[in-house]
């Protein structure tokens, strides 16, 4: 029953990052139509930037802004203005494409620039224990979700109760219309993007000290929030929500009770099973793109 | 008749001069560029301090040795290349290279020629063979496993232990050693935990381990995953005392993984910090030599040279054909043959009986505990 609880507990905070990079799978792809396979690198390259400032001199407080921000520079607008836009009006399977190329080129660059070799990285919780329901729970899990989920809760906030949150639904919604209507459409799409990176970079914060600061880390990431989008809902954010969570706990519960081996393969049955039964995701809508 | 005697002598006197000035040549494959480029330089930065050391003091039976470094760029292909052309200059001895990869696919080459081959590799299976001409120059896994097998059962006192493995040829052949171990001297394996090369996310294994309670955990993975397991094993509370090798508490795990680290043992069979005069000062002259203190492999370099200098001193000859049959089986001491730096016993498989150390991390830094006898 601990065992269970353990693995509950630690499925969860790993779901919760999938979340938060599942999350943003869904805002690109309703706004703009980019399925980005460069996602799990977008999660990787963050943690290198803020090693980057800290290596400079900055203080680990400073280095995680400096991250953050330099992470909205280079994946949020950068990658829309010198990728996506470009290559969007050839359609979405050659964007697809340019950014695998785009996953392959980060990770070659950081190994190329910083080391093939791990790298430690700090972590903003410190180690320790609390009690819950009877339980020891580590802090580092607990503050893993407690920030995830402030995250996807001021997220949802400013999508549901904000002006700017209507304008960026109805230009996922509608474009032409909401064009019609004064909503800046590119702008919106433009926030997309930001928001993306910014979920990238602070999933980036809270995973690499558990996985350490490598080039290749972004790989398992990725796929498992792809699944996580595609299993919860490709066009609802409180779907890719869903489905990070549970992949997170699938994962763990399927390493500990099925086998090592086969745990990454788990998730996969799952995703053929949600995609035969329910195509369009567990909390996801037919024909309707919202954000 | 006075002249023809002169002659003679002239004649004698000119082919024993030839003959002492003629080298022994040595030939080197290592990792001198690429991933292995730590591991081949050490190596070799090795083999040329013990070669320059006993040219100093007149060779081997009177010969100077001399030695070929080739490069295998880290790569077994280039490697398997690279000995094939040294083997066309028909070496006494070949030596390297550090990859076991590496030796796996040169071994055959250097057995069809009949030249001995004493390399860097640890993997298990290398001198299993059957290979008569392949020597190590550190511990396998049949060496190092039982003692650290030993540790768990005498020094840590442990009735149960999880076993957490690397699922790929190394972390295979060496859970299957220890757990064959444990089980003899009485220790139950109580988990048996798989995990993957690259492995991330540790904790559904750590929940294994907790769930079973062990005395002790024994850790056999590569450096990085064994950074992110200690972390995870922190991360969960487990506090059962952890063992491992080489790879749970060298440096970069250490720098990896910082306090998680901390308390955590290991078997080495090789390292310069260990409390033996002989290696200190080796140690010294290396650093001197090369600015910088040597790691394990530099040691194996050194001693592959001492080895070469022993069985040919034992021989009393230079003979490659012989040279293998004269290796296995010698014991080595360090009292007759001080570059030797530890006694040694070289068994007919060509693996490398010795004393090691248990090492354990404190504060950061690895700290020799205990010196742990030749196993015969």
Request: charged share 15%; glycine share 10%.
């Amino acid at each position: 029953m601990s065992t269970l609880f353990d693995l509950l507990v630690a499925g969860l905070a790993t779901g919760a990052i999938y979340a938060l990079v599942a999350v943003g799978f869904t805002l690109l792809w309703q706004t703009s139509q980019t399925i980005n396979f460069a996602q799990g690198e977008f999660v990787m390259l963050p943690a290198f930037l803020m090693l980057a400032a800290m290596h400079v001199g900055a203080p680990f407080w400073l280095a995680i802004i400096i991250g953050i921000l330099l992470s909205m520079i280079l994946l949020g607008l950068a990658f829309k203005m010198l990728l996506v836009d470009p290559m969007l009006r050839h359609g979405v399977l050659p964007l697809a494409i340019a950014t695998m190329a785009l996953a392959i080129g980060i990770k070659e660059a950081v190994k190329q620039f910083f080391s093939a070799e791990a790298s430690p990285f700090p972590s903003i919780v410190p180690t320790g224990d609390i009690r819950i329901l009877g339980h020891a729970v580590a802090l580092q899990s607990v503050g893993v979700l407690v920030v995830a989920i402030l995250a996807v809760v001021g997220l949802t906030m400013l999508l549901t109760r904000t002006s700017l949150g209507h304008q960026m639904q109805a230009a996922a919604q509608n474009p032409t219309v909401a064009r019609i209507i004064g909503v800046p459409v590119e702008r919106m799409i433009l926030l997309t993007f930001l928001i993306n990176a910014f979920l990238v970079a602070l999933a980036s914060m809270l995973i690499t000290p558990i996985y350490l600061a490598k080039f290749s880390s972004g790989e398992v990431l990725g796929q498992a929030a792809f699944i996580a989008a595609i299993v919860g809902g490709f066009n609802q954010v409180r779907g890719a929500i869903a489905g990070g969570l549970l992949i997170g706990v699938l994962d763990n519960l399927a390493a500990a009770y099925v086998s090592t081996q086969y745990r990454a393969a788990v998730p996969m049955i799952f995703l053929i099973v949600v995609i035969l039964f329910r195509p369009q995701g567990l909390l996801g809508r037919a024909e309707e793109r919202t954000v | 008749m006075k002249s023809t005697l002169l002659a003679g002598v002239l004649f004698a006197v000119a082919t024993a001069t030839s003959a002492f000035a003629q080298p022994i040549k040595l030939a080197d494959v290592a990792e001198l560029s690429g991933g292995g480029a730590t591991v081949g330089t050490n190596w070799k930065n090795g083999i040329d301090l013990a070669i320059e050391e006993i040219n100093a003091k007149g060779g081997v039976l009177g010969r100077k040795l001399e030695v070929s470094h080739a490069d295998s760029q880290s790569n077994p292909g280039v490697a398997r290349a690279q000995v094939q052309k040294a083997l066309d200059a028909e070496p006494y001895v070949l030596l390297g290279p550090g990859y076991s990869g590496s030796v796996k696919v040169t071994a055959p080459l250097a057995a069809e020629a009949g030249i001995a081959q004493i390399m860097g590799g640890e993997a298990a299976e290398l001198t299993q063979a059957g290979n008569k001409f392949l020597f190590r120059t550190s511990f396998g896994q049949q060496s190092s496993m039982p003692k650290v097998a030993r540790y768990i059962n005498g020094e840590m006192k442990a009735k149960t232990v999880a076993v957490v493995w690397v699922n790929n040829d190394f972390g295979r052949g060496g859970r299957d050693v220890v757990s064959k171990e444990l089980e003899r001297l009485g220790t139950k394996v109580v988990a048996d935990l798989s995990t993957e090369a690259g492995q991330a996310d540790f904790a559904a294994d750590v929940g294994k381990i907790k769930a079973a309670n062990p005395d002790a955990v024994f850790v056999y993975l590569n450096e990085e995953e064994s950074a992110r397991i200690l972390k995870e094993l922190k991360r969960q509370g487990v506090t059962a005392p952890l063992m491992g090798e080489t790879t749970l508490i060298g440096q970069k795990v250490i720098e990896l993984a910082g306090d998680a680290a901390n308390g955590a043992r290991g078997h080495v069979g090789l390292t310069t910090d260990a409390p033996v005069d002989l290696i200190k000062a080796f140690r010294e002259k290396f650093s001197k030599k090369y600015n910088y203190v040597p790691d394990h492999n530099g040691l194996k370099g050194y001693l592959a040279i001492y080895m070469v200098k022993a069985t040919t001193e034992k021989m009393g000859k230079v003979d490659p054909k012989k040279f293998a049959d004269t290796l296995h089986g010698l014991t080595i001491k360090a009292s007759e043959e001080p570059g030797i730096l530890m006694d040694v016993t070289v068994s007919d498989t060509g693996d490398l009986d010795r004393q090691s150390f248990l090492v354990e991390v404190v504060e950061g830094k690895q700290v020799v505990k205990q010196v742990l006898p030749k196993l015969n």
